[in-house]
């Protein structure tokens, strides 16, 4: 049944007051692809020894770009947020992964106009559509039980191809682009079979579908930390899974027609940190790797409490898992950029 009661929230009604803290998350998305360029500007196109002042700079720029996402997890958080504005908190954690999908469907459509100005003008609208959207009151945990339920069984599946694709890029920082191919041409007879490609794909659209009305109804209410971030990593994923597909199969092999190999990954020849439409990938897939890995830890903890596990321990748990998180996308970026284990070694 639905959570929502469809009257007005008490509290709108004492407090008429516009709460500026809603505009924080947009202010940090909007913030977004000029502190790219930014970074861009400092490191430039050459792979030339940088100064240390601009390796600190640079180093300080996109630290900062990453924080936007996670400005958004925590302001979701605030319990005084409406469902406009704490839907928007979410919507500010997917920026780094839609930027990427908005300058993939610009160049589809050939746009003349820069990504940034359609990306302002895009923020205005969410705000817009955030404080317009009507002020309900909504039980804080939703009747969701069949749907996370299939959530999660379509999600062990996925685990099969994720970990394989992950673990495949990972080769990259061991064995470069020789032992990514390699291991990719083994995984390509099943997963771009006949058979394999179309019942990923269509079980990935599910996942996305599933995923999207799952984090539309916990996000009507404030949560705990522990959902705020499982509903948040979510919505990344669902994007990030749409918009990466979308590069893959529309954008990347049948418009430009080009192979989707270890090249296509990094951005070659340029590669991912010299480049100034590249650079966006660095956050989109460093981030697409910590929060696919993260959200299964968040799952894995809540299936581990509805068994009777302690709670601390299930804490415990998932930390770790957010641990491992961390290392696995750093490792794979790395890779990504350039670093290879055995070159460590020597
Ligand atoms: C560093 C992060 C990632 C990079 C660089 C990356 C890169 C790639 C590349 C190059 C392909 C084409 C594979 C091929 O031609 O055989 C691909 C396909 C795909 N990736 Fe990723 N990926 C990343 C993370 C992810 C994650 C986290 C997911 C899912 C949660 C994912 C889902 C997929 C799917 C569904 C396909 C389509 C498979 C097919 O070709 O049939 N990727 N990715």
Same mark, same amino acid.
């Not at 694709?165 to 191919?181: C, E, S, V």
């Not at 771009?192 to 794909?201: A, D, F, M, Y």
């Not at 522990?226 to 199969?249: D, P």
């Given at each position: 049944?639905?959570?929502?009661?469809?009257?007005?929230?008490?509290?709108?009604?004492?407090?008429?007051?516009?709460?500026?803290?809603?505009?924080?998350?947009?202010?940090?998305?909007?913030?977004?692809?000029?502190?790219?360029?930014?970074?861009?500007?400092?490191?430039?196109?050459?792979?030339?020894?940088?100064?240390?002042?601009?390796?600190?700079?640079?180093?300080?720029?996109?630290?900062?770009?990453?924080?936007?996402?996670?400005?958004?997890?925590?302001?979701?958080?605030?319990?005084?947020?409406?469902?406009?504005?704490?839907?928007?908190?979410?919507?500010?954690?997917?920026?780094?992964?839609?930027?990427?999908?908005?300058?993939?469907?610009?160049?589809?459509?050939?746009?003349?106009?820069?990504?940034?100005?359609?990306?302002?003008?895009?923020?205005?609208?969410?705000?817009?559509?955030?404080?317009?959207?009507?002020?309900?009151?909504?039980?804080?945990?939703?009747?969701?039980?069949?749907?996370?339920?299939?959530?999660?069984?379509?999600?062990?599946?996925?685990?099969?191809?994720?970990?394989?694709?992950?673990?495949?890029?990972?080769?990259?920082?061991?064995?470069?682009?020789?032992?990514?191919?390699?291991?990719?041409?083994?995984?390509?007879?099943?997963?771009?079979?006949?058979?394999?490609?179309?019942?990923?794909?269509?079980?990935?659209?599910?996942?996305?579908?599933?995923?999207?009305?799952?984090?539309?109804?916990?996000?009507?209410?404030?949560?705990?930390?522990?959902?705020?971030?499982? =509903? !948040?990593?979510?919505?990344?994923? @669902?994007?990030? #899974?749409?918009?990466? $597909?979308?590069? /893959?199969? %529309?954008? +990347?092999?049948?418009?430009?027609?080009?192979?989707?190999?270890?090249?296509?990954?990094?951005?070659?020849?340029?590669?991912?940190?010299?480049?100034?439409?590249?650079?966006?990938?660095?956050?989109?897939?460093?981030?697409?790797?910590?929060?696919?890995?993260?959200?299964?830890?968040?799952?894995?903890?809540?299936?581990?409490?509805?068994?009777?596990?302690?709670?601390?321990?299930?804490?415990?748990?998932?930390?770790?898992? =957010? !641990?491992?998180?961390?290392?696995? @996308?750093?490792? #794979?970026?790395?890779? $990504?950029?350039? /670093?290879? %284990?055995? +070159?460590?070694?020597?």
């Amino acid at each position: 049944m639905e959570a929502f009661v469809h009257q007005r929230n008490p509290s709108s009604i004492l407090e008429k007051r516009f709460d500026y803290l809603v505009l924080v998350p947009a202010a940090a998305a909007v913030a977004y692809p000029f502190l790219l360029m930014a970074f861009h500007a400092i490191v430039g196109t050459q792979a030339v020894t940088p100064s240390p002042l601009a390796i600190v700079g640079a180093t300080f720029i996109l630290a900062t770009a990453f924080v936007v996402p996670f400005l958004g997890i925590a302001l979701a958080c605030r319990p005084a947020a409406n469902p406009g504005s704490r839907r928007l908190a979410y919507a500010s954690v997917v920026s780094p992964t839609i930027y990427v999908f908005l300058g993939v469907v610009q160049a589809l459509v050939r746009s003349p106009i820069p990504d940034e100005i359609v990306w302002c003008v895009m923020w205005v609208a969410i705000v817009i559509w955030s404080q317009s959207a009507r002020d309900t009151v909504a039980l804080p945990a939703p009747a969701v039980g069949r749907w996370r339920v299939v959530h999660g069984v379509t999600a062990v599946v996925l685990c099969l191809y994720v970990l394989f694709h992950l673990t495949n890029h990972l080769f990259g920082l061991i064995g470069g682009p020789d032992a990514h191919a390699a291991v990719m041409k083994i995984g390509r007879v099943v997963y771009r079979s006949g058979i394999g490609e179309p019942l990923l794909v269509t079980t990935m659209l599910f996942q996305i579908g599933t995923g999207l009305y799952l984090a539309w109804r916990w996000s009507a209410a404030a949560q705990d930390f522990q959902r705020t971030y499982q =509903v !948040a990593s979510g919505a990344y994923l @669902s994007l990030f #899974i749409l918009g990466h $597909m979308n590069s /893959v199969f %529309i954008y +990347a092999r049948s418009f430009l027609g080009i192979r989707t190999d270890w090249n296509f990954a990094i951005g070659a020849p340029t590669g991912l940190i010299h480049d100034a439409w590249n650079i966006r990938l660095l956050p989109h897939y460093a981030l697409g790797v910590f929060f696919v890995l993260s959200h299964l830890a968040s799952g894995l903890r809540v299936v581990l409490i509805a068994h009777g596990v302690d709670r601390r321990g299930a804490d415990r748990l998932w930390a770790a898992g =957010v !641990a491992m998180s961390i290392i696995v @996308s750093t490792a #794979i970026i790395s890779g $990504m950029c350039g /670093v290879r %284990i055995g +070159a460590l070694a020597s």
